[in-house]
């Protein structure tokens, strides 16, 4: 189902302007997104004691709304205007401990249709080391529905 | 892989003391377990603005943190003594917006083995509608390992 | 996104004229339909040598074929006339052997909307015990796109 | 949790040797392996009419399959003598229509561990586009556990 007519919204590529950069968790979890375009998005989070286990090590639901973060991004940057959507689903693997100090993700899209977006997501520790990778898929609707 | 010869740990079962409401996700979050057993696990998120997207609707990565701490609450309380373990995967399916005023979310075992458990938590608006459903499989492994 | 307007086809709910149960597969795995409904699909799989790995265990891909196909005919009995889908993502977990002599699943909607309906579908061995529970997200959109 | 000790079995290396392909499913779905290393694993599957829904379109569940093959091998093929294990959980995402006339997949480990290996395989039509994606978690634990 490739998206042959619908052209994505110029706008939905202006991170600080997207709806999602503006919700509540990006900012309580420190999210920075380094860069975007519609078929990459990067981004970083520094681990302070609120991202935390007891063991030090980041906690696993801080690193799935990471990824959320980033892979919603890169959906809406596919997103034509007058469109609206969501994650439907999210498969998280973890690998090892998050150690900080700063996480790094990047996500590029699998598929980008005109329905549906799906969005992998990997997560690295400072030195490289893989913490998770999360695979997501995103729905897209006329905003009218 | 039945666990014939190991106990869980009777002290698991402490909501306060486990290490798991001790991270600072729980609190950032405002997690609170209303009932802890080793076959259910029940507990409540409060919806205010840290927990919201700009629409109002309660952020995927923070409903997911929610199902994450009280899997991991389930697991724990299985656990022998001298075992430690993590999350190793974890599947979400996002069914309705989470609107609150309060989620509340439930997770029993789908299995409980040696090494592995698997838990689904299903999240509910305060008006019964389902919001969301995790299915996650959590590790026990030898703390010595 | 409930669907208030568009009613599922009668046409649907025939399991022999399904075209899913027209295929080639649930016809080589020998697998029989037992009930039907928009709520509900029964089913049996037998295990013969096709079946088995090594061990005299059912292989997991003929698990995942076997829910795969119950929950195809459920969103497929939702389905509005004019409309075509499929699964677009299925995650299965594994808890015990399968070892039959015969395998039964039943498969029900967690969630039935417009374009997206999600079922959940267990498999046991004919003693109860349960060998897997797979959910998945079928999508359903307009023939003509 | 790296295997620092234990040195996966030479044997496991041996596709026909293998338990996995003595197995009833790969030889009635026509699985042939390619290539096998620890590190990457490679296969083709033809389409046949078993293969196909009615639509023309390889089955799901076909698709499942040919793809748990190669990430058994590919932990298998890793796993020290006096093991066993098999896979604990399977997601898969489908992108575009299977169609062949032969399907080809790659599967990679994204993680070895000591108890568990993930692993991701990648299925494409003749034509190069890719039809789904499959990621794996599977377990080793001691044969006499």
Redesign the interface.
Known sequence: ?ANKKLKPDPANLDVEQT??M????P???GIRVTSLTRRKVTGEMPV????????GRV????I??????LG?LGAVANRPKGYRG???????????AGIGPVLSAVSIP??V????S?WQTTIKNADGS?VA?V?Q?Q?S?PAK?
């Open positions: 189902m709806t999602v503006q919700g509540g968790m900012k309580a979890l302070t004691p609120m991202h935390m286990n007891v063991n906690n696993g639901g801080a799935m709304a990471f990824a959320d973060v919603a969501g994650t439907i689903e999210s498969k998280t693997n973890f690998f090892a699998l598929h249709g005109r329905t549906t799906v893989m990778m695979t898929t729905i609707v529905d």
